[in-house]
C-alpha cells in the first residue's frame, strides 16, 4: 500500500505537467485514477474482513447523505448516463484513498515518508516557477510550477507551510529549519500574482498556530502566527505591486496594485462584476462573487432544482467526450472557472451543506488528533487543521474539485486524520479498561 499512495502522490503533483510538457503520454493523466482502481480493491476486500471498525459513524451518514442527495438530484433532472459517469469520476475518484487509512495502518516512518515526498515536490515548485516567470511576455497566471494553475499551485504550497508550522510547533523542526524551509518553498506564491493568498495564507497559519498550542499559550500562538503573516504579506505586496508596474487594469483604470486597489475602495468591482446572467456571460465579465449570485439566482427559479442542484455531471465539461458533457454546461461555464458554482449548481444546497459537514466534521478530528498526539501523526494534524479552514474558505475563491493533486491529497490526509482519532481512542480505552482489571 506504501507504494500506491507514493506513486499517487507523485502522479497527482507531477504528470499532469509533464503530459503537457510531452515526456509522458497523454494518458499517464489517468495514472492516478488506475492507481485508485487498486486501491478500491484493497479498501473492499480488507473493510469487509474488519468492518470498517475504524470509520467512525458520523461519516458514514454524511457520505451515505451526499450519496442519496445526489441520487435525487440524477433522477429529478433525469441526467443522461454520460454525464453521470463523468460527475462520478470528477467527485469520487479519490475517495478510495479517504478510506485506506481506515482499513491498512499506515506505521510513522510510511507516514514520514510519504510527508518527506510532499515536501520534496514542494520544494521543485520554486526553481521551476522561477522559469516560468523569466519567460518572456509572461504574467503571473503563467507560473504554476507542476500544478498547471498558479492558484492551485499557492494553496498547495500554503498547505506545505501549514504542515511545517505544524511540525514546527510540536517540536520536530527548529526554527532555523523552519524558517528556511518556509522561506524557499514559498517563493512560487510571490511571484505568481495570487491575490488568494493574502487572504488564505494568514488564515490558515493562524488556525494551525492556535489548534498547537496548549492552554493559556494561545495569545503567544496568535502573535506568533501574526508576524509570521505580516512577514509574508510585507514581501508579497511589494513584489506583486512591481509585477503589476506595466499593467492597467479596465476597473481601476489604473496599474492594479495593492495599495490602488485599497485606495479605490473598488474592490467590490473585482468580486463583483454585474455579470448579465445565465448564457449571456463572457468570462472577462464573471467576479467571483458573480459565480456564486447567479448560479444560485438560475437554481431558485425551481425548489427542488435549488435543493438537489442539476444533477451528477450535468453542469460540467467532460474529457471523455462531447455525450458525457452535461446539458447545462454551455449556459454555465464562466461560472464554473471560480469558486465553488460547479459543487452548488450539481448538488443544491443540500450538497454543498452537507460537504462543508464533511469537512467541518474533518477540522474537529484535526483538532482532537494535534490536541493529544506529540509525534507525526499529531503535527501532522495540527497543519491539517489550518488546511480544512482554507479550504472551506478557497472554495469561494476557486473551484478545487478541478485539481487533481488538490482533490487526491485532501481526501488522502483527511482519511488519515480521522482513522488516526478512532485509532488513538480504542487504544485509549484498552487501556483505561486494562488499569482498571489490574
Avoid at 438537489?308 to 460540467?316: K, Q
Wanted: net charge positive.
Amino acid at each position: 500500500m506504501q507504494t500506491l499512495v507514493l506513486l499517487m502522490i507523485v502522479s497527482v503533483v507531477t504528470f499532469p505537467f509533464l503530459t503537457k510538457s510531452g515526456v509522458l503520454p497523454k494518458f499517464a493523466d489517468f495514472a492516478p485514477e488506475v492507481i485508485a482502481a487498486f486501491v478500491v480493491v484493497a479498501v473492499v476486500t480488507q473493510g469487509v474482513r474488519n468492518r470498517f471498525q475504524y470509520v467512525r459513524p458520523a461519516y458514514w451518514i454524511v457520505l451515505g447523505a451526499i450519496a442519496f442527495n445526489m441520487i435525487c438530484g440524477v433522477l429529478v433532472n433525469a441526467v443522461d448516463a454520460g454525464p453521470v459517469f463523468a460527475g462520478i469520476r470528477t467527485y469520487f475518484r479519490a475517495m478510495p484513498f479517504f478510506l485506506l487509512p481506515a482499513v491498512f495502518a499506515f506505521s510513522e516512518k510510511q507516514i514520514s515518508q510519504q510527508f518527506a515526498l510532499i515536501l520534496g515536490l514542494a520544494f521543485i515548485q520554486t526553481p521551476i516557477a522561477i522559469y516560468q516567470r523569466l519567460q518572456p511576455y509572461v504574467t503571473g497566471d503563467s507560473v504554476y510550477g507542476t500544478l498547471m494553475i498558479s492558484s492551485f499551485l499557492s494553496i498547495f504550497l500554503i498547505g506545505v507551510a501549514c504542515m511545517l508550522t505544524g511540525f514546527y510547533l510540536k517540536k520536530r523542526l527548529r526554527l532555523t529549519t523552519y524558517l528556511l524551509l518556509m522561506l524557499v518553498i514559498m517563493v512560487p506564491t510571490l511571484i505568481n500574482e495570487t491575490k488568494g493568498t493574502l487572504v488564505l495564507f494568514p488564515v490558515a497559519l493562524i488556525v494551525t498556530f492556535l489548534v498547537s498550542a496548549r492552554r493559556g499559550a494561545r495569545l503567544k500562538s496568535l502573535v506568533g502566527a501574526t508576524v509570521v503573516s505580516a512577514l509574508l504579506v510585507g514581501i508579497f505586496v511589494p513584489i506583486y505591486d512591481y509585477t503589476q508596474r506595466d499593467r492597467e487594469d479596465r476597473y481601476l483604470q489604473e496599474t492594479p496594485t495593492v495599495s490602488n486597489w485599497l485606495r479605490s475602495g473598488r474592490i467590490h468591482e473585482y468580486l463583483y462584476k454585474g455579470s448579465r446572467g445565465v448564457g449571456a456571460a463572457e468570462q472577462q465579465d464573471v467576479g467571483r462573487l458573480d459565480a456564486l449570485v447567479v448560479p444560485l439566482q438560475y437554481l431558485a427559479k425551481d425548489p427542488v432544482r435549488l435543493a438537489f442542484g442539476v444533477g451528477l455531471g450535468n453542469a460540467s465539461q467532460s474529457s471523455l467526450g462531447r455525450s458525457f458533457t452535461g446539458e447545462y454546461f454551455r449556459a454555465l461555464e464562466f461560472y464554473l472557472l471560480h469558486t465553488i458554482a460547479r459543487v452548488m449548481a450539481e448538488t443544491g444546497l443540500i450538497g454543498l451543506a452537507l460537504l462543508l459537514v464533511l469537512i467541518s466534521q474533518i477540522f474537529m478530528d484535526s483538532r482532537r488528533l494535534a490536541g493529544g498526539d506529540q509525534g507525526v501523526r499529531g503535527a501532522s494534524a495540527a497543519g491539517w487543521a489550518g488546511i480544512t479552514v482554507m479550504v472551506m474558505i478557497g472554495m469561494s475563491y476557486k473551484d478545487l474539485v478541478f485539481s487533481p493533486a488538490l482533490t487526491y491529497l485532501f481526501w488522502y490526509i483527511s482519511g488519515l486524520v480521522a482513522a488516526e482519532v478512532v485509532r488513538t481512542g480504542r487504544s485509549r480505552t484498552r487501556g483505561h479498561v486494562s488499569e482498571s482489571g489490574a
